[in-house]
């Protein structure tokens, strides 16, 4: 007999797929294995390859010809091929250094963002300290605009990486915050440096094609410019044509006070309101050592 009209024949209905949670658990525990792994290559030193003959390079070599193609034209041309045609090899020999490209770019990124500039002479306060390393930070993201192309999931964190908090947490050691109030005075400064360096960066990826900065300002501006009198950006439109900080064909930033702002300005003006809360709260705290 047929089915009725509205159900499913049992003979050819298929149930829905439930996932199995061993499988699911297994999967977990596979990746997070992974990331392991990648760690370790980060921060053990790795034995030279046991068989065949002795590399004609070594892992720090193949790490700066990963890095100079992605100079050159970002990290989408960093594959394992172009570092072995690079460095003269087939693509099989260059898996006697690097298990996958993964464990290859956690190492190129590491060393791309090298260690923070050492500070020389007497400490100038919190704020001066602050501004000199978030000043650094950018340059470096500036001078690498490949690492802003890196996606947000998990990776393992190396020894370079590591050293940037390590400074940071130095200019604010005397400034009487708490432990965890350091920690989250770092992830907002260095949300700012990240966030803010977006402009820089991109104009930075542009010059590195050979795209020069009024070639990059103009097709920012005209972008901008379609806010203009558009119904659906308001605001936006009034400030672009205000006296005061409207835009001009010197700086694809609206201006202030009627002068064209560069992107150094726009940066500073930005962190010295994101210390002036810190410094706020920081005049808030009860003294260390209250007095009996």
Known sequence: MAARTGQKNPKTSTAPTVPNSNESNASSETNAEDLRKRSRLLWETQPRPGRGPRPMVSREDVVQAAISIADRDGLAALTMQAVAQRLGFTTMALYRYFPNKEALIDASVDAALGTPPQRSGPREGWRKEVTYWAHAKRTMLCARPWLAELPFVAAPHGPNWLSWHEAFLQTIAEAGLSPEDKMDVLSAVHGYVGGSSDTAISLARAVSRGITFEQWAQAVGSDLC????????????????????????????????????????SFDFGLDRLLDGIERYIDSLPPANPAP
């Not at 308001?234 to 006070?257: C, F, H, N, Y």
């Open 226 to 265: 379609r806010a203009i009198d558009d119904p659906r950006y308001p605001l936006l439109s009034a400030i672009l044509t205000s006296k005061s900080g409207g835009i001009s064909e010197q700086s694809p930033l609206p201006a202030r006070g009627g002068r064209p702002r560069t992107m150094d300005e």
